[in-house]
């Protein structure tokens, strides 16, 4: 009896801890597994964290970071790993969550391997809310999962981002307003060699948005294999695995936009993808269209938008037991509409990890192009509204 109770102990416990929870099987199972080696005494690493604290011993435990300034977050030698980023912002401009950018350097290296508009790393600030004088802002949404939590206006982030030469971590202001108080904290271990991370790959975010092209039934032949006009969240050269990705779509017309499989080329393919989907929510493992706003420690639809498929909708998809491996290369993607049949707004954060030196990420868009757009605001109709 004993050790049928220990096999199921994991089950047993979530079915305690409730519904209400948010906590999966799968995701109890790893938190376990990482709470099984709490105990185990380790050499050779150092827990650091650099922090905005007041260096005098005072309270004035925040930068100040001024319009068009970079400032340097976190800067570390050797080999080492982050393991958690902390940062909640007073700022007076209401787009501050596209305005600042985050960027991090691995190993020494000149180009970025993560560079994000600091709200969408953090999964937030999709949702717009109109504030005074006719203008509108920015909306923290408070969600949870494994690698990512915002509560309020307290984010956090728990990837993993190892370096054996050191690494650099900035923040630039676009806006034109400076922000009174950014407060962060960056929590890493210091190795005493690169042995821990000598098979570990870097970790790499990449932002983008876009107004999708819609493609006549004419031109596609209601057909998609080869998904040049897909969406694409990523591309990559090196070897890695794709182990994420954050979706806001911003629905131009009326109806269902879901209609759009992932596709991943693996490693050179062309046609067929290396892997199909069967729907955009089917791929955030929902399905028969999103119901209701949910956040689950690997899958979540964060933002719902209007009933009949207009305005802001924003949904995330972790592969924490289900990577996307690549030897040589990655395309990764999605149909908007079946076989590319929509125009909506696109916009996505996709992480991976990989060997260096990597493809430069793709430019990232200048402020103007990275503000929200005003077409968030498109009339719900009645007549537009689903039976």
């Known amino acids: 009896?004993?050790?049928?109770?220990?096999?199921?102990?994991?089950?047993?416990?979530?079915?305690?801890?409730?519904?209400?929870?948010?906590?999966?099987?799968a995701a109890f199972a790893q938190g376990a597994d990482a709470l099984g080696h709490m105990a185990d005494l380790e050499s050779g690493i150092k827990s650091k964290r650099i922090a905005s604290w007041d260096k005098s011993g005072g309270n004035a435990d925040?930068?100040?970071?001024?319009?068009?300034?970079?400032?340097?977050?976190?800067?570390?030698s050797g080999a080492g790993s982050v393991r958690h980023i902390w940062v909640t912002i007073n700022s007076a401009s209401p787009t501050h969550l596209r305005e600042l950018v985050l960027r991090m350097y691995w190993d020494g290296e000149a180009d970025p391997s993560v560079e994000v508009p600091i709200g969408d790393f953090f999964g937030t600030g999709f949702e717009f809310e109109d504030i005074a004088g006719g203008h509108y802002g920015q909306k923290y949404q408070s969600w949870q999962s494994l690698p990512i939590t915002v509560q309020d206006r307290a984010m956090n982030c728990y990837w993993e981002m190892p370096y054996s030469k050191g690494a650099r971590i900035t923040l630039s202001n676009d806006g034109e307003k400076d922000v009174d108080n950014f407060y962060y904290h960056v929590d890493y271990q210091q190795y005493d060699d690169g042995a821990r991370v000598a098979n570990k790959g870097r970790f790499h975010v990449q932002w983008r948005r876009e107004v999708t092209r819609a493609v006549p039934d004419s031109e596609s032949k209601g057909v998609n294999l080869d998904g040049l006009n897909n969406y694409q969240f990523m591309h990559a050269t090196g070897k890695g695995q794709y182990v994420g990705t954050i979706l806001s779509i911003q629905g131009?017309?009326?109806g269902w936009w879901g209609e759009g499989d992932d596709m991943f080329f693996v490693d050179g393919a062309s046609s067929p993808p290396s892997i199909n989907g069967t729907g955009l929510e089917d791929y955030f493992n929902n399905a028969w269209m999103f119901q209701q706003e949910f956040h689950y420690p690997m899958i979540g639809y964060t933002v719902k938008g209007n009933r009949d498929w207009t305005g802001v909708h924003a949904m995330y998809r972790f592969h924490v037991q289900d990577p996307v491996y690549f030897d040589k290369?990655?395309?990764?993607?999605i149909e908007h509409g079946h076989a590319n049949r929509r125009s909506d707004?696109?916009?996505s954060v996709a992480f991976w990890y990989q060997s260096e030196p990597h493809e430069k990420l793709e430019p990232l868009?200048?402020?103007?192009e990275r503000l929200p757009h005003p077409s968030w605001k498109i009339e719900l109709l009645p007549e537009n509204l689903p039976n």
Do not use: D, N
């Open 1 to 25: 009896m004993k050790r049928i109770v220990a096999r199921f102990r994991p089950l047993l416990l979530v079915f305690l801890l409730g519904s209400t929870s948010l906590v999966s099987a």
């Open 365 to 368: 868009p200048g402020l103007k």
């Open 252 to 254: 131009h017309s009326t």
């Open 329 to 333: 290369s990655l395309r990764a993607g």
């Open 345 to 347: 707004e696109f916009t």
């Open 62 to 76: 925040f930068l100040q970071v001024k319009a068009g300034a970079t400032v340097t977050l976190a800067e570390m």
